[in-house]
């Protein structure tokens, strides 16, 4: 049986909710979740960012929209801005799970947050850049991640990332979109040897948690840093569709949580004696925004992992009514 005609005949899972079956057609790109990622490589590095902006942010995209339902406050005044490369990303999904693959690089601004809510520490994106368009469609309409495309580019050797995307210099009535250096990170000399190494996964963990004994284990940080268990990676997300009828309304609006699931760990390391650059433009606000300050930065900590993980089903936390 051809793929895509067994893509379209395939049984729907059932709901507990009465929702609409999902209309099949040829040609889709995005394919059906859970997604698997094999071949993950990510470097991260923590900058400094502001916390109250942070704070609002959390209030626009969670409280506001939820009338309180959702509240979510950051974790002390640093997020990490993490470069990845997914060798493989594809559906574990039968009929989709025939479908091929995609390889995708991304860069993604992680923001440590406490879930009021629930008494829990999360993950949220604000900002995701990729340079291929079927991860960037599949994950905004599935979760709502706010992905865009970006052209990303990594030395031979992985001592430097660049990201460029179309952006908005300076807001203006003939403004136009044009290409612009976003985010850039490089190791300040090449002959420097890497920190600590980890080769297990319960290493990685234990460096952590020893980064949040370090810090003050009763506040925020070293609690967030102290619950890291190596495993699930919950993210939540704002997943909103714009009214056709009212642009200033949603005609969907949802706070939904994915969970990224370590699969395998082949190591990881401590990035040392490198520097991150990150942009000014009106158009991409991390400064107005998240109080990432323009320019150059040396992290306040950095490291490589190399994994596997599936993205698994979404759970949505609350919803909009009618």
Known sequence: MNHQFARLVAPHRPRAAATPAYVERGGELVTRQPFVANGV????????????????????????????????????????????????????????SLLGMCTERELAVWVPLHDDTRGRFVWTIPYIFVDSPAPLLGGREIYGFPKRLAELTVNEDESAFEVRTLAIDRFASDARLQMHQIAAARRLDGEVADGASWNRLADAHEHFRGLGAVLDAAGPAGRFLLSFDGAGVPVVLLKQFRDARDPSRACYQAVVEVVHEIRGFRGGRVLEDWEVCTASLDGLPLERELGIIAGSHKPQAAFRIDVDFEIGLGRVLWEAGP
């Open 41 to 96: 490589s990510m470097s991260a590095f923590a900058v400094p960012a502001d916390r109250d902006l942070l704070t609002g942010m959390c209030e626009r995209m969670f409280t506001v929209p939820t009338g309180g339902a959702e509240r979510y406050s950051p974790v002390g005044g640093h997020v990490l801005i993490v470069f990845a490369t997914i060798e493989e990303m594809r559906s574990s999904e039968r009929p989709d």
